[in-house]
């Protein structure tokens, strides 16, 4: 009886602290790096893709995907299997990279310092605005009557009369993009956070 607990035991905690397998993990976006996904395929098999090019995309070239190795040491996953490309600065930093498994199945390179979540969990339909230290969403897409998607220019009726009496005299404006962002706003700054302050 002992041993069956204490293999359930392990399993469990084994199936706690690894990474999930089929599931797309992304980090925030950056200007200088192409969006793109780590897809643990099994056990050993790892891709890095990078998802169809949009028009707005159009400074990166397309990228090919690559699939490689990984191997998990305690908590520590590793990639291996395949050479650098020094022209694709994001493989490089993959290659380089030591993750762990956090507590909310986050992964978190210790080298760079990103953070890779689960794509599902982070929305690209809306443009995040924090306006004296308060939180809004401004949709950036949505649904035409076609079932087309497009871009919305209607300003969210609560940014508009927080903005209105605003100017640079007694404002400031600042765009957080990449890890700055995440690491000050969690999952909604994912796609960049647009700042307006108060001069102090």
């Known amino acids: 009886m002992r041993i069956i607990i204490s293999i359930l035991l392990i399993l469990t905690i084994n199936g ?14 950056e200007s200088n790096q192409k969006l793109h996904y780590l897809v643990f395929m099994d056990k050993s098999n790892c ?13 990166f070239p397309q990228t090919r995907d690559y699939v490689f190795k990984y191997r998990v040491d305690n908590d520590t996953i590793t990639f291996y299997g395949i050479s650098a490309d020094s022209t694709n600065l994001t493989l490089d930093r993959i290659l380089k990279s030591k993750f762990t498994v956090t507590d909310d199945k986050t992964l978190f390179d210790c080298i760079s310092g990103y953070t890779y979540v689960n794509k599902d969990l982070v929305s690209d339909k809306y443009t995040i605005y924090a306006i004296d230290g ?3 969403k401004q949709k950036a897409t949505e649904m035409d009557g076609y ?8 300003m969210n009726s609560k940014i508009k009369r927080k903005v209105k009496d605003l100017n640079e ?5 600042n765009i957080l993009i990449g890890k700055e962002a995440y690491d ?9 956070v647009i700042e307006i302050e108060k001069k102090e």
């Open 16 to 29: 706690a602290n690894a990474q999930q397998l089929n599931i797309g993990y992304r980090t925030a976006a």
């Open 47 to 59: 891709k890095l893709k990078f998802p169809p090019q949009n028009h707005g995309d159009a400074m």
């Open 134 to 136: 308060k939180v809004f």
């Open 147 to 154: 079932g087309l998607v497009r871009k919305n220019f209607k």
């Open 169 to 173: 005299d007694t404002h400031t404006v």
């Open 184 to 192: 000050k706003y969690g999952l909604i700054g994912m796609n960049g």
